[in-house]
Nanobody
């Protein structure tokens, strides 16, 4: 099973980026999907997650009101729209497929991970 995260890049503070996550897994659309990030020297942290049908979403307090997660089950894609970016958002962002259909917030609830995409926000 392969997950592919893309859309990272360099952006100025206050700017926007949209990350995309795709999967070769046929049943990807039936699983919850999460986004996590890891900044240099820090542990991986939860950013956002979405349930299999998009009916339930979760966000870290640090990104609430700025980031929006969504999914297109037909296209087998999950997106993370990031607005009002801050330098503290700089990290490698990973998408992951959950073991079930819910939108969990803990890394242990995910069994497939993508390779990550780097987001750099300059001040």
């Amino acid at each position: 099973v392969q997950l592919q995260a893309s859309g990272g890049g360099l952006v100025q503070a206050g700017g926007s980026l949209r990350l995309s996550c795709s999967s070769s897994k046929r049943t990807f659309s039936n699983n919850g999907v999460g986004w996590f990030r890891q900044a240099p020297g820090k542990e991986r942290e939860f950013v956002s997650s979405i349930s299999w049908n998009g009916g339930s979403t979760s966000y870290a307090d640090s990104v609430k009101g700025r980031f929006t997660i969504s999914r297109d089950r037909v296209a087998n894609m999950v997106y993370l729209q990031m607005n009002s970016l801050k330098p503290d958002d700089t990290a490698v962002y990973y998408c992951a497929s959950a073991r079930g259909s819910a939108a969990p917030v803990t890394p242990s609830s995910y069994n497939y991970w993508g390779q990550g995409t780097l987001v750099t926000v300059s001040s």
